[in-house]
Every structure is written in C-alpha cells, then in structure tokens.
C-alpha cells in the first residue's frame, strides 16, 4: 500500500526488499526494525502504512 500511495501521490521511492537480500536485512535492522514495511523520509521512520505519518514525514522534509 505504501507504494501505491507514494505513486499516486507521483512521490519517487526507493524499493528494498529484504526476502533474500541481506543488505535490505541489514538497513532494516540499522534503523532498529525487524518488520515491514518500513518508510523512511528524511529523518522520520515509519513502520507500517500509515498515510497520515507519511503527509507529515513528507511536508517535513519540503517534498509535499
């Protein structure tokens, strides 16, 4: 869902999927995780889809 939002929202994105990659495994566990999915926006983490936290990580950072 969280990609379909940022699409929608024409909102570029970097995809990492950690199913056997252990470098995304890695950068999950960096940011303290160890579930998906796991949206970073500047310095705001959120985990899961929350559309909310995501317009205001997105504001924050001047990208809305």
């Given amino acids: 869902m969280v990609k379909v939002y940022l699409s929608r929202k024409d909102i ?3 995809e990492v999927n950690v199913s056997g990659n252990r470098e995304g ?3 999950l566990i960096a940011l ?3 579930t998906t999915p796991v949206t970073t926006i ?3 983490v959120i985990v899961g889809y929350k559309p909310k936290d995501i317009d205001a990580a ?7």
């Fill in 12 to 14: 570029p994105f970097e």
């Fill in 32 to 34: 303290g995780r160890n």
């Fill in 58 to 64: 997105l504001e924050t950072a001047g990208i809305s």
């Fill in 42 to 44: 500047g310095d705001d």
């Fill in 25 to 27: 495994v890695k950068r």
